[in-house]
């Protein structure tokens, strides 16, 4: 279908409207995903559970970047005794 500068109609259910540059498709607002700051609580408990003085953090698909700063964050709201470390775009939680 060719779409016509100045044109507009209303063309099916599918696509509401069509005008110059631009198109009206119905959809449902998707629900904001929001941090996975229970992820990163996780890994805090499982860290503090065990008897490790010091492990390296492996969480793949995500930047080493988003692992600190969500372990720091994680670190700040539980109050624990523990410190994150970023070396060489490698993540360590240690005591």
Do not use: C, W
């Given at each position: ?32 995903r ?29 930047q ?32």
């Amino acid at each position: 279908m060719k779409y016509h500068q100045n044109d507009v109609r209303t063309v099916t259910r599918e696509l509401l409207v069509v005008a110059d540059s631009f198109r009206l498709v119905p959809a449902p607002v998707p629900h904001k995903r929001g941090p996975r700051t229970a992820l990163y609580s996780d890994i805090l408990d499982a860290f503090i559970a065990s008897s490790e003085k010091s492990v390296l953090v492996e969480l793949p698909g995500k930047q080493h970047l988003t692992i600190t700063r969500g372990l720091r964050r994680a670190v700040s709201a539980s109050g624990a005794d523990v410190r994150v470390a970023q070396s060489q775009g490698k993540v360590y939680l240690y005591r």
